[in-house]
């Protein structure tokens, strides 16, 4: 019995250190919904960029809970003066990926025909419902998704969360879009 509870708290601590935040340099994946990149190690550093759930990273150093991760480079490209880097808060950071507890039904034909979508781990119930819902209706068909591999985000709708696709051919007149907000298809 005492052999069985030390062996369990040792595998606890080794988890736990395991799990620990960013402590120094290295890859390391976030795990927050979403991080906010800023340009300096502070709450008051602008905002550049934002990072999601599983995305990796590069740490090159921490500074006060801080992990940089970018090199140093000239500001003037962030409408800022001086030398600057992207920075996040470490404790958002992990060396190890977290799951992918979202994933639904991923062994479905329509799941591994989008899998490769841009954000699919935040957006597949949208993704899916939606790929489901035109090939029901018959304006596409599981070959569009599997040709495609899933949705893509839409630069002309920024900063809407707004996917496309294409079904029947890749032209602009096959295009099919999906708010991932409302899960609402449209041309």
Known sequence: MTKSILTIVIMLLVVSVACADATKP?????????????????????????????????????????????RFYDGGVEGVSGTVARWVLAEH?????????????????IAKAIKSSDDFSKYQEVFIAASEELINSGRCTL???????????????????IYFTYCGGMRSANRIYVD??????FK
């Open 143 to 161: 070959g569009d998704f599997q040709e495609m591999g899933g949705w893509w985000r839409s630069s002309i709708h920024k900063p809407k969360a």
């Open 93 to 109: 950071l992990s060396s190890i990926r977290p799951p992918d507890e979202k994933l639904v039904n991923v062994n479905s034909p």
């Open 26 to 70: 290295g890859d390391y994946y976030v795990t927050s919904d979403s991080v906010d990149v800023r340009l300096k190690p502070s709450d008051s550093g602008k905002i550049t960029n934002t990072l999601y759930k599983r995305q990796k990273v590069e740490v090159f150093e921490i500074n006060n809970g801080w992990a940089r991760v970018s």
């Open 180 to 185: 991932a907000a409302t899960g609402l298809t």
